[in-house]
């Protein structure tokens, strides 16, 4: 039997502005299955951010039903059923690294053991064992961001939702992300929901690629990866890959995407 994680059941979200109803998401569909790696690509405005928000409870759709872990939203958050990264790292200059991954727990109440047990597992899955004692500053872009991603993975939730994580890096180290995030995700098992502009970040991670459209944003197509689990970079180069870049290319056509 499939383990549906998340769905989505005709969901309509719009927003009242002050120049009228922006429809951010009008009949979205969606299931996502238990570890899988679920992508969200599509131009500016198509509603990415909108979906992943109202995933998280952080907005409310108008109409349709979402589940997240067989509850809805609220109830999801409440059980700390995911954990949620941004696109900037958000750390407190004033906070060490440790101190930073582990305010959630201080903030829910752990006790100190648990936390620092917590801190230097997430500390050591994001590969930053050692850079506990650092100030956020003390750290690069690339390593701060790895620091949020530990962060949201504090509670040990099973789904993890990223908002365009890596869009402010360079190539070199959004590659090494890449890599690292894709190991963390075959290590862990970890359903994710991860926001991209990219087409090949969107074709190297995922194990499904949710092509989206703007004016009403909606999902356009939904693309299964045949690419598998193990992916080093350079499967970047091979003909598979390449012809499911194209195929994701060719639905961001058809939706009128670019325009
Ligand atoms: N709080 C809000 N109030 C009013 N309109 C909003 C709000 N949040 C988003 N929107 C509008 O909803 C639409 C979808 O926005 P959303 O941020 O989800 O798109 P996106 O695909 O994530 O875009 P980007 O790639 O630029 O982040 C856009 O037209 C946006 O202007």
Not at 47 to 69: C, D, F, Q, Y
Not at 200 to 210: D, G, N, Q, R
Not at 219 to 242: A, G, N, Y
Request: glycine share 10%; hydrophobic share 45%; net charge neutral.
């Amino acid at each position: 039997m499939t383990a549906y994680v998340i769905t989505a059941d005709q969901i309509d979200l719009t927003f009242q502005t002050a120049d009228g109803p922006v429809h951010a998401l009008k009949g979205v569909d969606l299931t996502i299955n238990q570890g899988d790696f679920v992508s969200f690509i599509g131009p500016s405005g198509c509603g990415k951010t909108t979906l992943l928000r109202a995933i998280a409870a952080l907005e409310a759709p108008t109409a349709g039903r979402l589940s997240v872990n067989g509850m809805d939203p609220d109830a999801a958050r409440r059980a700390r059923a995911y954990g949620y990264v941004f696109q900037a790292p958000g750390l407190y200059p004033w906070r060490t690294i440790a101190g930073n991954v582990g305010l959630p727990l201080e903030i829910m109440g752990f006790a100190k053991a648990d936390r620092a047990a917590r801190i230097a597992r997430v500390l050591d899955l994001v590969d930053l064992a050692g850079f506990g004692g650092k100030y956020p500053w003390q750290l690069s872009g690339g390593m701060q961001q790895r620091a949020s991603i530990a962060r949201a993975l504090a509670f040990d939730a099973d789904i993890l939702l990223m908002d365009e994580p890596f869009g402010a890096l360079d190539e070199i180290v959004r590659d090494r992300l890449n890599e690292a995030l894709l190991e963390l995700w075959r290590k862990t098992g970890k359903t994710i929901g991860f926001v991209t502009h990219s087409i090949p970040e969107a074709v190297y991670l995922s194990t499904k690629i949710v092509v989206m459209s703007p004016r009403p944003g909606r999902i356009t197509k939904v693309i299964d990866s045949p690419l598998p689990t193990q992916r080093p970079l350079d499967i970047r180069d091979t003909p598979e890959f390449i012809a499911l870049a194209h195929e994701v290319r060719e639905g961001l056509r058809e939706g009128h995407s670019y325009d």
